[in-house]
Every structure is written in C-alpha cells, then in structure tokens.
C-alpha cells in the first residue's frame, strides 16, 4: 500500500540558511499535519491543512510558513534556521472527508542545522 | 493544555510475557486516541486508534481500552515477541477532523529473546 513520502529524506544547513521540507500524502487523503521530534523528545504538533486551507495550529514558529497545494502536497517552510530546529519532522495524512481521523505517518526528514 | 504521561517510562521483560502500557491525559474532553510505535530514528506506526465512544479496541496480539471520563487508556500486548521492541506512544487528539495531536514521552519497551 501506498504511504506517505517525504523529501528529503536528510537535510544540512547552516544556521540562517532556509529550508523546504517536502510531503506527499496517501492518495485520497485530504488532510495534511506537520509534526516536530527533537533528540529524545515526544513529537510536536505544528500544524495541520484539510482541503489546502489551515485547519489547526501548534507549536509553529513564526519562522516557519506551511501550505498545502491542489494536488494535496504540502510543503513545510523553514527561514532564519537555528541549531534547535535540528530534528526529525514528520509529515502525516489523514482521509478526513470520509470520516477516517486516523494519521498515517511519513519516514521524516531529519534536518541538521550547523 | 494537553498533558499526556506514560507509565511506566521503560519495561524490559522476556519474551513470551502479556504486557500492559498505561497512558493517562488531563483533558478529558479528547475525541479520539491513537497508540503508534517508534523504532529508533524511524517513523510512527499506527497500530490501534479508538474513538472516545468506544471502550475497546484490538488488531491482532493488541488491544487498547479507553476510560475517557477518568482520562486513562491501556494498551495490552500479549505474547509479547522480540520484534515488539520498541517506543510505543500514545496520542489524543482534542477534536475531529485535522486537529493535531499531543504525544506522551512514551514506553521504551524491550523484550528479550
């Protein structure tokens, strides 16, 4: 069965660089959330699309910017980067238009900062 | 806010042994409840999602009950097998739709051939 994709799958920049993270939902799925992992850290929820408009939002920094494009696909923004924006970030899907809440996740990428 | 804890943090027990994972939150008022595992520097896995209406679910060797009025939900593995190693996390999700959700620290769980 077909899952999530992320691009890239590994990311190095240095601090001030920005940084596009790329994520490809289940096809048929409408709904689109972006979490952040930190190194022995529980995910954080940063923010989610349904239908390419902004449904929820988290713990996004205002230097981050999201959005979420007709062919479904998301793209996850990231300018000014600091050190402790290195970490996993996963993207997950959701079928919500035919009832089904549940996130399916994407492998993440991990994204170094130096 | 949101405050999901797991007990115990971490379990390591021989294969072959039923295990329980407990995972409490302070808001009540979830609609949903997700358990996933991790394996280290992996994605999560989906393994049960339970809605706030039910009481119980199960999907093979698993099954997760849920008491949302006291803000408790259990996972049970058993027969557990040394390809359960790994973190299993537990999320509720506040609302339906695409509203995001809060994770616990997780149980770091190893089961010894």
């Known amino acids: 069965a077909a899952g999530v994709i992320q691009s890239p799958r590994h990311l190095i920049k240095e601090k001030r660089e920005t940084a596009t993270l790329k994520c490809y939902p289940i096809?048929?799925?409408?709904?689109v959330y972006w979490y952040q992992q930190g190194p022995g850290q529980d995910p954080q929820f940063l923010i989610s699309?349904?239908?390419?408009?902004?449904?929820d939002k988290g713990s996004i920094p205002d230097r981050f910017s999201a959005q979420q494009f007709s062919d479904y696909h998301s793209e996850l923004n990231m300018s000014s980067l600091e050190l402790g924006d290195s970490a996993l970030y996963f993207c997950?899907?959701?079928?919500?238009?035919?009832?089904?809440?549940?996130?399916?996740f994407g492998p993440g990428t991990r994204l170094t900062v130096t | 806010k949101q405050e999901v804890t797991q007990i115990p943090a971490a379990l390591s027990v021989p294969e072959g042994e039923n295990l329980v994972l407990n995972c409490s939150f302070t808001?009540?008022?979830?609609?949903?409840l997700q358990w996933f595992r991790q394996d280290p520097g992996k994605g999560l896995t989906s393994l049960l999602l339970?809605?706030?209406?039910?009481r119980e679910q199960t999907s093979g060797r698993l099954n997760a009950s849920l008491d949302k009025s006291s803000g408790r939900s259990t996972l049970y593995i058993a027969a557990s097998q040394p390809g359960d190693s790994a973190t299993y996390l537990c999320a509720p999700s506040r609302g339906g739709g695409a509203d995001g959700l809060t994770f616990g620290k997780g149980t770091h769980l190893i089961i010894q051939p």
């Open positions: 808001d009540s008022a979830i609609y949903n």
């Open positions: 096809p048929r799925h409408d709904t």
């Open positions: 699309f349904y239908e390419k408009m902004q449904s």
């Open positions: 997950a899907s959701s079928p919500v238009a035919q009832g089904n809440y549940e996130q399916y």
């Open positions: 339970i809605q706030s209406s039910q």
